[in-house]
């Protein structure tokens, strides 16, 4: 189900006189996961499937966070659908494992030997998600059963090839502090797209269509309306 954080947004499209769709996508929210992993070409079908139920022939498609490689992939295989594209802090880019990453890989294998001992391991969980956290991989802790699978599966998925078989208009818009998608991979998908402007917002973090709902409606209009006056 849509998290009620879309509202404020929506409701700021709406009366610019857009008609927005928010899809229910398996496993998010209060839905019902997928009965196996699915892949991020699994989610962007799916996606396609409900603009067709909605009887949408062609729309602008913005994508946020996990919501982007969705849009990335689905913009990629069906350009003819697309009119537009957004991406706003979007994710698709296979992270690089620098120190701080194996430093705490190498952290959580003592730890699992380090808690399992009596009565450390009473706060085992505690210690795990702490880890998680540091990590910035709080998305795969939270995950339980198959969606843990689908985490795992979306994150190896590298989407930096198509990237550049995106030929649609597409606005990327960016918080400067963001701390989950660095700003790094704003860059890099804006030279690798070939039809592209790229927005940096200053004050604003991972969480901009939340934060910064009116400015992002007024990025999207400007670059809606120019494609389609």
């Keep these: 189900m849509p998290s009620k954080k879309w509202d404020q947004l929506r409701e700021q499209l709406t009366k610019e006189g857009f008609c927005v769709y928010l899809p229910f996508l398996p496993g998010f929210g209060k839905t019902s996961p ?16 409900f603009a067709q139920k909605q ?3 062609k729309f602008f498609l913005l994508g946020h966070s996990f919501g982007g490689r969705i849009a990335i992939k689905l913009t990629a295989n069906h350009p003819g659908k697309v009119l537009g594209l957004i991406l706003c802090s979007s994710a698709g880019l ?25 009565p450390l391991n009473l706060v085992r969980p505690t210690a795990r998600r702490l880890l998680y956290f540091f990590v910035q991989e709080q998305d795969y802790y939270q995950a339980k059963g198959v969606m843990r699978e689908i985490v795992k599966k979306v994150i190896e998925e590298d989407l930096t090839f198509h990237l550049k078989r995106i030929q649609v208009p597409t606005l990327i818009v960016w918080g400067e502090e963001d701390r989950i998608t660095p700003v790094a991979d704003a860059y890099l998908m804006a030279s690798k797209i070939p039809n592209s402007k790229l927005v940096i917002l200053k004050e604003a973090g991972h969480g901009l269509p939340f934060g910064k709902p009116a400015k992002l409606t007024q990025l999207v209009r400007e670059f809606c309306r120019r494609i389609y006056p």
Excluded: H, M, Q, T
Aim: hydrophobic share 50%; charged share 25%; aromatic share 28%.
């Design 34 to 49: 997928p009965k196996k992993p699915w892949s991020v070409s699994d989610f962007s079908e799916f996606v396609l499937k």
């Design 55 to 57: 009887n949408l022939k």
């Design 94 to 118: 296979k992270p690089k494992r620098g120190v701080k990453y194996w430093f705490f890989f190498f952290l959580a294998k003592i730890g699992n030997l380090f808690f399992s001992i009596f």
